[in-house]
Every structure is written in C-alpha cells, then in structure tokens.
C-alpha cells in the first residue's frame, strides 16, 4: 500500500519540490494510517489534532494517542481545544459544520506560522463515493457528482485511492493503533446511513461499486473541467459592465436560451432559482421593460440585452438633512468640506464632486429619488431642463435614471448626486463659502 500511496500523491502532484506537509490526523483509523504512511516516507511533516470536547474522556484518549505517536516517531505535533458547542450556537450552526470551520482555519494558522505548504486530511475511496451519493440524493450538477478532489488549493487527501478494506488490512498488518468513535456507527447522520445502509445494498447490485463509482467520478470531473472552460468562454461572450449593473447580451445568449442548465450557471450568482427560469425565458423573448426579481437583483429587458441591477436597500428613501454634519451621515455621500473662497481656489471638476455656494443653501435640505415632471438649469445654462429630457441627452439607461438622487434646497434641485449641479448654486465672484461634496459607490458610477 506504501507503493501506491507514493504513486497516488505522485500522479495528482500533492507536495511539490521541498514540500512541508501537516497531516490532520483525528486518531481514527484513517488518519492513523495515513500519518504511519507519511512517517515510512520521505517527506517533512508536523500533526495536528483538533479536540473538539464533544466526547468527554474519549475525546481527551484520542489526543493523547496522536501526541504519542508524534512523540515515537519524533514528529512535530500540534493541538488545540475548542468549545464546539458553544461556538455552534453563537453561529446558530450545526455541530459538525461547527466542527469543519474551526479545524481548517486553525490549520490555515498552523501553515502560515510553520511554513507547511499542504495539509493532508485522510478521506479515502469509500467517503468520496458517500459524498457523490448523498449529492446525488439531494440534487445537484455535475460538480457535485465528481466528489472530492485530490487536490483542493492547498488541501491533499492522498488517500483517496484507498478503500475502507484496504485500511483496514493495512492497520491490521502493520500494528497501526486507532480509536474507534463510537459515533460512527450511528445512523442519525445523513453520511453513517448512506454508509451503513445504502452502500451495502448497492454493493449487493454490483460488489466493485466503489470502484465503479471512483471511474465514474473521474470521468465526470474530465467533464466538469470541459464545461467549467465553455461557461468560462461563454461568460467572457455574453457579460459586461455598465453605470454599476451587469450587462448580459442577449444574441450569444439566445443560444441556449432552451437549455435551463446554462441559463442557471449564468445567472446563479444574481439569485436566480430554478423556479424563475421559466420567468426568465418570458423576458428574452419578451419586449423590452419586462423585469423579474430575485432576492439580490433586478433583471431588465432593455433592447437586446438584459440588464441586472443590485438591490442596494435604500433606493426608496428620502433623506431630511438639517446641517452639514448631517449630510457627513448620508450613505452614498463620501466627504463634505466647508471651504472659504480665496484667490487660490479652485472648483473641483470630478463629475461625483458637487461645488456649491454654501450660503445659496438652505437647510434642510432633502436627498431623494427624482421624479418625473422634475427641472433643473443645468450648469453654464439658463433655461430650465427636464430632468428625464437630461437623462435621455446623456443616455441614461433605465436602471441608471432609477438610482438616480438629487439634492433639494428649498424647493429647488441643487445638485443631480453624481452628474451635475444647478447653475443657480454656482461658485461666483460673489461667493464667500463653497459646500464641496462628494458622492461614493452606486450613485457616483460611470
């Protein structure tokens, strides 16, 4: 088993020249296997031992039995306690989820502090096949049914080659000592009844099916890796950005508009759920200003492309501002400075940088949505102008004009947030104080 196990980290290229590798070793039987393993071989490694205090004394003889065996074979050992109950409470998780988030980021402490450059955890042939299986039972695409990868950035499992017998015999032979987690062999956790109750009824079918399971597998990641580099083109084709929404053309698009597999790898990341393909499918072959609504974004039809707009939260406020500190707290606003007008100064001409005449303001002033049969004269002009003819001169596309605010003094729109101010709060020779504001984020895009 040494010989293929050396192969097997081999072919998947686990370690790297002058690797340091940390074996997370549990004191189970795979992870003791797999740390007697890696002390008959030639590479530097340290252990790590996670007590998770879920099991009383039994959890205590577990760590005790990894530290011995780190001291025989003069391995450099490293452990800590957790309070798993209490932090999966505060995080209102499960306790094996709890479980999972200690032991890898207090890995990832271990490697940056020890300069290891891998850590090896010991799932092996039998727990990929439970993975895929209960991935299977629950739903999933392709990924999911390619299981565990021998490599996963900088985690290795070398035994993935290996089934539970082959352990087992292995241990056996050897004289390896494990402890037995009596957990195990309870069949309230979804993995110990695939494993104690369905795979023996599959192996009754076909009793290699781990292993042709494991092919499976393989193959179904080859294919994965195909797919993942078509949607990886396909992105590049279809997607852009624009004003701050995603901009999603719809020629290359309508390609596959038939194929709910594409269209839901596209779009997963702005929400969309399986439910609101169909809705989606209505707006590409609809006309322009048919909109759905995921929990995250908004999806337009606008022309011949779809745009997709964060839902930011506060887009239906309004703001009452009674004094400069005040609008120090508006979200969208980056800065405000009160300057005094010397003969040095200079009107910032940044598009998200408003140059006001500060005493031309009264307070307080309202920041809102803009709204139709709105007018402002725009700077260097003497004639009011519609706001929503402004928006159409400079190409506003719909979600643009939507997220646009504008500020309102005393009846009168002194500044489009983002664009534009009113000529009539303009810095003059007469002006002794000018209100420089800044806008930030959504509103302030280009």
Sequence with gaps: MLSDFLRYIEENRMTGKGGR??????????????????????????????????????????????????????????????????????????????????????????????????????????????????????????????????????????????????????????????????????????????????????????????????????????????????????????FSDRDGDTIIKLAPLKAYIGNSAVLYELTERFGMTDPLLNDLRNIIEGPSGGKIFTVTHRILKNRQELIVTPLTGFEDETFRIHSIDDLRKVPFIASVISVNITLNFRIPSARDTACLDQDKLRFPVIIRKWCKGDSFIPLGMKRKKKLSDFFTDLRYSVPKKERTLILESDGMIAWIVGERIDDRFRITGETKKALIIKASGVRCQA
């Design 21 to 238: 590798i940390l074996l997370a070793v549990s004191g189970g039987i795979d992870s003791m296997v797999m740390a007697h393993l890696f002390s008959r071989s030639r590479f530097e490694t340290g252990i790590a031992h996670c007590n998770f205090c879920l099991r009383g004394k039994e959890s205590d003889m577990d760590e005790e039995l990894v530290r011995k065996f780190a001291s025989d074979n003069g391995i450099s050992f490293f452990v800590k306690r957790f309070d798993t109950k209490k932090y999966a409470e505060e995080k209102g998780i499960s306790i094996q989820m709890a479980a999972r988030e200690l032991r890898y980021c207090w890995f990832e402490e271990i490697m940056k502090k020890n300069r290891f450059t891998r850590t090896a955890v010991a799932h092996n042939l039998n727990d990929n096949i439970e993975t895929m299986l209960i991935n299977l039972t629950r739903g999933t695409g392709i990924t999911g049914l390619t299981g565990m990868r021998p490599v996963n950035n900088r985690i290795i499992r070398p035994l993935l080659f290996a089934s539970r017998d082959m352990i087992t015999d292995y241990c056996k032979s050897n004289g390896v000592r494990y402890r037995e987690d009596r957990s195990n062999a309870e069949t309230k956790y979804t993995r110990n009844k695939m494993r104690s109750l369905v795979i023996p009824v599959l192996r009754e079918i076909n009793p290699s099916v781990e292993a042709t399971l494991q092919k499976t597998a393989e193959r179904l990641r080859g294919t994965d890796d195909i797919v993942t580099a078509f949607m990886k083109d396909l992105n590049k084709k279809i």
